[in-house]
């Protein structure tokens, strides 16, 4: 049974619809990502999930229940902890953080500390058990609240760009804990990232969304252009570049490359791709039983294609490739 | 409401002790009560007095609190009230400033004492009515000495109210 589904979902925030989903569902134990540039609706469809705020249409279910009530939305959030963006941390020590949500699901007595040890060790924060909430930095505040989430073990766990305001090495600390968790018992992680890479690295499904709504293209290769229009075939500036597209339209407008339209290859192809850019790669983020290469041609372009073929090109960072799509791969919007 | 209140919170003192003073009256609507020129009638009188200060205030110290309080309260499954407490303790500094405030507005006021009171000696004679009798009747040396009681008592309260919030701060 899938930990959250979601149909029909709509939220709007007075006139503005800031979401619509027909169809989500997330199975108990999945990785999803929800990546998507700002405003893109990431925040909103966490705090729906978090059943913080109900939809303004549409039903979300917890482990096959409609949660719809405000007291089955009120029993759903002991199961479903959001991590925000910037999270805050109540006046007191640490260790009272973590033990908040434990004392509101009605742990009592020695336990509190118990779980609440347990669950900064498993974030490597046991240093920080009797220190100030104040006093911490960035990264310590968001492993802490991570900590506080995982310690009243909920069967999804949702977060809100965590890798913002963390450093590196927090954020690595953070991804190890949750795989951890999800090795000791089936936990549900959503988190929201525009960060590609690490999003790519850790998830093992990806949502991308644009202006509130699924959008069929991932946000890598999202160009904002103004097109010069006249003809339907046109080409634009981006940065150094000039990519051939086909649209009728002039003026500012986003150009979108799914990265499985760029094919790379090691001479410059012969064929009908308009679009064909030197370039050399210079990141690589291998996702199951495919990689995306990101390919600096004056502009950063992510292509994904199966580990074998990029085995048997003998790519790697820093060799020099062609990335070839055709104009009509160019999705404008 | 809120418009209600703030004007609640300008109210002059011997106004609601004249209200107060009416409805408590052997022929007013709560005359039945037996509350006039009581100890009673004052603390009702007072308690009027203080609550849209206390109001007003703890409601906007808790407007001003950070709205992922609230959220963060909830999320970690928190119900209505561990919430609201929760709330409450970010803004505590503002919610002992309303207490603060409410108590001095109390603490110097003169008039509605006065009327619903009726500044009888042992009975209702509270330390303001004491000071204005001492003035009025040219004893001035009694009134000062009072004054400086009134004085001392708001500072105790005031330092008590300040280590409480100290406490349990770190």
Redesign the interface.
Same mark, same amino acid.
């Given at each position: 049974m899938a930990t959250f589904e979601v149909t029909g979902l709509r939220h709007d925030y007075g006139a503005r619809t800031v979401l619509a989903l027909d169809t989500l569902t997330i199975a108990p134990g999945a990785r999803l990502a929800l990546v998507g540039p700002n405003g893109s609706g990431k925040s909103t469809l966490l705090r729906l999930l978090a059943f913080l705020e109900a939809p303004s249409a549409g039903v979300i279910a917890l482990d096959g229940r409609p949660v719809a009530a405000r007291s089955a939305r009120r029993a759903a959030r002991r199961r479903v902890t959001l991590v925000e963006q910037r999270p805050y941390l109540f006046r007191g020590t640490v260790a009272d953080n973590v033990a908040f949500g434990l004392r509101a699901g009605g742990v009592r007595g020695p336990a509190v500390t118990q779980r609440a040890r347990a669950a900064l060790d498993r974030l490597q924060l046991q240093g920080l058990r009797d220190r100030d909430a104040r006093q911490l930095s960035e990264g310590e505040i968001q492993r802490v609240a991570v900590a506080r989430a995982l310690a009243v073990e909920p069967v999804a766990l949702l977060l809100d760009e965590p890798a913002s305001s963390a450093d590196r090495a927090a954020q690595q600390a953070m991804f190890a804990a949750l795989t951890d968790e999800q090795a000791r018992r089936p936990l549900t992680v959503v988190f929201a990232s525009h960060l590609l890479e690490d999003a790519y690295r850790w998830a093992d499904g990806l949502l991308a969304l644009h202006q509130g709504r699924p959008s069929p293209v991932t946000p890598e290769n999202l160009f904002r252009v103004d097109l010069p229009g006249g003809t339907a075939m046109q080409q634009v500036a981006v940065g150094p570049l000039r990519i051939d597209v086909v649209s009728g339209r002039s003026g500012p407008a986003t150009l979108a490359i799914a990265p499985d339209e760029i094919v790379l290859s090691a001479e410059p192809l012969r064929s009908s791709a308009r679009n064909v850019f030197r370039g050399r790669i210079v990141r690589l983020a291998e996702h199951g039983a495919e990689m995306r290469v990101t390919v600096d041609a004056g502009i950063e372009l992510v292509a994904r294609i199966t580990s074998r073929s990029f085995e048997e090109m003998g790519l790697a960072v820093g060799r020099e490739v062609y990335a070839s799509f055709k104009s009509v791969a160019v999705k404008v919007f | 409401m809120l418009l209600l209140l703030n004007t609640a919170l300008a109210f002059p003192t011997v106004v609601i002790g004249l209200v107060i003073y009416g409805l408590l009256a052997r022929h007013g609507p709560l005359g039945g009560l037996g509350l006039l020129f009581t100890w009673q009638a004052i603390v009702v009188a007072e308690v009027i007095l203080a609550l849209p200060i206390a109001t007003a205030l703890s409601a906007a110290a808790v407007q001003a609190v950070?709205p %992922?309080?609230r %959220?963060? @309260?909830?999320?970690? &499954? @928190? &119900?209505t009230l %561990?919430t609201a407490w @929760?709330v409450a303790?970010?803004a505590r500094f503002a919610l002992a400033a309303a207490v603060v405030l409410a108590f001095g507005r109390v603490l110097s006021e003169v008039g509605a004492a006065l009327i619903v009171g009726g500044n009888i000696r042992h009975e209702t004679r509270t330390l303001t009515t004491a000071i204005t009798l001492a003035t009025s009747q040219g004893n001035f040396s009694l009134a000062i000495a009072l004054g400086l009681v009134l004085l001392a008592l708001a500072l105790t309260v005031n330092v008590l109210i300040q280590l409480l919030q100290g406490r &349990?701060?770190?």
């Open positions: - | 950070d %992922r309080v %959220r963060t @309260a909830l999320t970690l &499954g @928190a &119900g %561990r @929760a303790r970010e &349990g701060d770190v």
